[in-house]
């Protein structure tokens, strides 16, 4: 189906597309925020495979990072969703993201997470437009962000910023993954695989793909150890206290890949990816989610906070190369 241009309302953004996000913020309610971020990860790993047989994005920019299942979108929707849920007293707490919203039988909730899935989609395409920064930053995780603000601000009463506090009770993100020791080392981890798998996709796209496919390939690859971080979110939501990395892999995998086009040294590419993996671990944890989510009653995404940061980041470091 090709999408509606009768009513324009910014460049690529039409009323086929709000619909769409519209749905997107639904579908994400409907099987929970954590879910949705899942299923995000299995269309990024779709998208690969059409990218490398056709040379078209249009599977990552419609589908992965769209209204249908773009973290902006559906994720985003649905955290909105568990919020209003939550001050309805569907929810014990506002911070549950696992729980599938259609389980709650009140239509309202799937609402308020397709307003916010049209929102989302909508900010996010305003974000794009920033000269320079719109195009140097991560405007999909920057939306997220944004859109925990306004849902904490709206259904929430804890207010956004808290003063930063040591991990204790209720009030810390991640207890398995919090001491600086376990973090470092999951990290380390995950960024020297994302850095390198991101380089070498990178590699073997420009030398084996054709030049339309290879684009394709190489301008998402920091995206597939991020798709991989993702999967392990459907494990989380089972029960088993598997860690948090997406925030780590894309990070990782982006400035590796990033820092090979610019270089050409792999064996630096790959140190320097890494170097941005752990600054966004470490980030993510003991700066964003001390801030914002150990004191709230909300769910403000920690690792959306730190990938717009540092995605920002890496461009201005590449200014310098």
């Known amino acids: ?60 920019d419609y589908v992965a990072f769209g209204p249908v299942f773009g973290p902006h979108i559906a994720f985003a929707g649905a955290a909105a969703g568990s919020a209003y849920s939550a001050k309805k007293k569907l929810l014990a707490t506002g911070r549950d993201i696992d729980t599938p919203l259609g389980s709650l039988k009140d239509p309202s909730v799937l609402w308020v997470a397709a307003g916010f899935g049209v929102a989302g989609l ?31 601000l709206i259904f929430g009463s804890t207010g956004v910023l808290h003063a930063p506090t040591r991990p204790q009770g209720s009030h810390r993100w991640l207890d398995h993954q919090e001491t600086p020791g376990q973090l470092g080392t999951v990290a380390l981890g995950a960024a020297v695989m994302a850095s390198g798998g991101a380089i070498v996709l990178a590699s073997y796209a420009r030398a084996h793909l054709p030049e339309d496919a290879a684009a394709a390939v190489v301008g998402n690859a920091h ?24 925030h780590i892999t894309i990070i990782a995998g982006l400035a590796g890949a990033q820092f090979w086009l610019a270089t050409g040294n792999g064996w630096a590419a790959l140190a320097i990816g890494t170097v941005f993996g752990v600054l966004s671990g470490s980030v993510a944890e003991f700066v964003i989610a001390r801030l914002t989510y150990y004191h709230g009653d909300t769910h403000i995404d920690p690792p959306a906070g730190v990938i717009w940061i540092m995605t920002t980041l890496i461009h201005l470091t590449l200014l310098a190369v």
């Not at 690969?48 to 040379?55: L, M, P, R, V, W």
């Not at 909508?122 to 603000?149: E, K, M, N, Y």
Request: aromatic share 12%.
């Open 223 to 246: 995206t597939l150890p991020f798709a991989i971080s993702a999967l392990c979110i459907f494990l989380l939501v089972a029960g088993q206290r598997v860690n948090v990395t997406h």
């Open 122 to 152: 909508i900010v996010q395409r305003l974000i794009a437009l920033i000269p320079w920064f719109g195009s140097h930053t991560d405007s999909v995780a920057l939306t997220v962000f944004l859109s925990g603000c306004a849902s904490r």
């Open 1 to 60: 189906m090709t999408p509606d241009t009768t009513f324009p309302l910014l460049e690529n953004l039409n009323l086929f597309w709000l619909l769409a996000a519209c749905v997107g913020g639904i579908i994400g309610a409907i099987v929970g925020a954590n879910n949705a971020f899942g299923f995000t990860g299995v269309m990024i790993l779709t998208g690969f495979g059409i990218a490398a047989s056709t040379g078209s994005t249009f599977f990552f």
